[in-house]
């Protein structure tokens, strides 16, 4: 049995169809999810217009560094995940290349959630949650911290999700029963590791910059 042959599942008869379904599928799924996180940037955009002054007040409090730092995580797993899923269209002379790359990028993708997470203690220490006792009195900055908890929120749970796909395919490829060469598993899995690093790219501006940049 080939590869291919092993890759096709029902109800497919010809591999290239299923591939090409999968393909289609997957771009559905992140036009709707784009679509998701458009809404929550658009309301942020109107907030920001409308109350200005508070989200350069609570902009500032927000940190730079970790946020820094999480973009360059991101942006490194990125490449990380491009070359698994290169290297595994290359073929199977390539298996250690693409079990390395895919179990790198789990490290990274986990190593992001750590970062957030003592991100996420300092805002809490700093009393940065929106309620009675929220640390800035700008009319519009609970407003601010309202959506950085709950789109960055959000974003966590898409990375985790993306961590558990991405683990699987390495778990697979260390007990060496990850087909390689064209697994559309692997390209499916890529296209959502990208999507969830292009969504972190539009939110860094968003969340640490302003009250920075004039």
Request: aromatic share 12%; proline share 3%; net charge negative.
């Amino acid at each position: 049995m080939s590869e291919v042959t092993g890759l096709l599942r029902e109800p497919w008869e010809h591999f290239e169809r299923q591939r090409g379904a999968g393909k289609f599928g997957i771009w559905v799924f992140l036009a709707s999810e784009m679509l998701f996180f458009g809404a929550l940037i658009l309301t942020y955009a109107v907030c920001l217009i409308e109350h200005m002054d508070a989200f350069a007040a609570a902009g500032r409090e927000t940190n730079i560094w970790y946020g820094t730092s999480n973009t360059a995580i991101l942006l490194t797993s990125s490449l990380t995940m491009a070359v698994a899923s290169q290297a595994a269209a290359a073929g199977q002379h390539l298996r250690r290349l693409v079990v390395a790359c895919l179990t790198l990028t789990v490290a990274l993708g986990l190593a992001f959630l750590v970062v957030k997470g003592f991100e996420y203690k300092e805002d809490l220490d700093k009393h940065l949650w929106p309620g009675a006792q929220f640390a800035l009195h700008e009319p519009g900055a609970q407003l601010f911290y309202g959506l950085y908890w709950l789109i960055t929120g959000v974003h966590a749970i898409h990375l985790t999700i993306g961590i558990a796909l991405v683990g699987r395919l390495a778990l697979l490829g260390h007990l060496k029963k990850l087909q390689l060469d064209e697994n559309p598993e692997i390209e499916v899995t890529a296209l959502y590791w990208h999507l969830v690093d292009i969504i972190w790219i539009f939110l860094y501006p968003l969340i640490y910059l302003p009250g920075r940049v004039s």
